[in-house]
């Protein structure tokens, strides 16, 4: 590239830098906001180079809101309301946003015969901080602010191999157990103690710009098991609840309440002859 050709370059890209239509929140804050949500809720693990943990809780909390605060500005001009009135309603729904992840946490640790308690679960496992940060986000999406809710699903996709888009409606006690590889798309509706295994796709039959505003992912109702590797399609699809879904199925059609649906292959063990 000749100089002038690079002074080209840089002189409509100054242009374009100058002209974009919003200045956007960073991604990197993002991550650093849900995670100072997560903890400040969960005091469970300390850093080693934090050598006081007494905190003012109130203090904490008003940081909380003022780091949102930061990521939300950038978008204020997109907002319905204003910011004032979302970062109110937001905060008046955290506290019941942290009983339903206690009882996630409970749900978790009550089916996973490998957790050694609720403080664990919070800790180290992957579903929780997926979930938990799936609840926020849903949360900031319901009081329409555009982009961010993405934003944090998309660190914990990045950090836990769970992909939940913000949109998606999960009802009480979920339970995610390993969950690499679990998607659940936009439309997605799921009920109450409804358990979720590794490689799960909640997903919609094809993908069509035309379908945007339609619901194109699974409705999985109460107590609903679904185990591994499991492909569950469409927006008319719905599992009916107290069903076991096994592993490996692929289903694109309603199945009734209290079903059993697997996939069965053969597999064959027979002695081995040596020559």
């Known amino acids: ?88 309603d937001i905060f008046n729904e955290i506290p019941g946003i942290y009983y339903k992840l206690l009882g996630d946490a409970k749900s978790i640790t009550d089916n996973d015969p490998a957790s050694v308690s609720i403080e664990e679960v919070i800790s180290v496992y992957p579903g929780f901080m997926a979930i938990a940060t799936y609840r926020f986000a849903h949360c900031f999406a319901k009081k329409g602010i555009p982009l961010i809710p993405r934003m944090l699903t998309e660190f914990a996709h990045s950090q836990t191999g769970i992909d939940i888009h913000p949109n998606a409606v999960i009802g009480d006690a979920f339970f995610i157990d390993h969950g690499t590889g679990i998607v659940i798309g936009e439309t997605t509706n799921i009920g109450n103690n409804v358990k979720v295994y590794q490689g799960v796709t909640l997903g919609a039959t094809h993908v069509s710009k035309s379908m945007a505003l339609k619901k194109r992912h699974p409705t999985i109702e109460d107590n609903v098991v679904i185990y591994a590797n499991s492909t569950i399609l469409g927006g008319e699809t719905v599992i009916g609840h107290d069903s076991i879904i096994g592993g490996n199925a692929w289903i694109v059609r309603s199945v009734p309440p209290y079903s059993m649906v697997y996939h069965q292959s053969k597999v064959e063990v027979r002695p081995h002859t040596v020559v």
């Open 1 to 88: 590239m000749t100089a002038n050709h690079q002074e080209v370059f840089l002189q409509n890209l100054a242009l374009q830098n100058e002209t974009y239509k919003y200045r956007l929140p960073s991604r990197h804050d993002a991550g650093k906001f849900i995670q100072s949500l997560i903890n400040f809720l969960f005091p469970i693990s300390q850093d080693c180079t934090q050598s006081d943990t007494r905190t003012d809780i109130k203090a904490a909390y008003e940081g909380i809101r003022m780091k949102l605060d930061c990521l939300i500005t950038p978008l204020a001009p997109q907002l319905e309301r204003s910011k004032e009135e979302i970062l109110d």
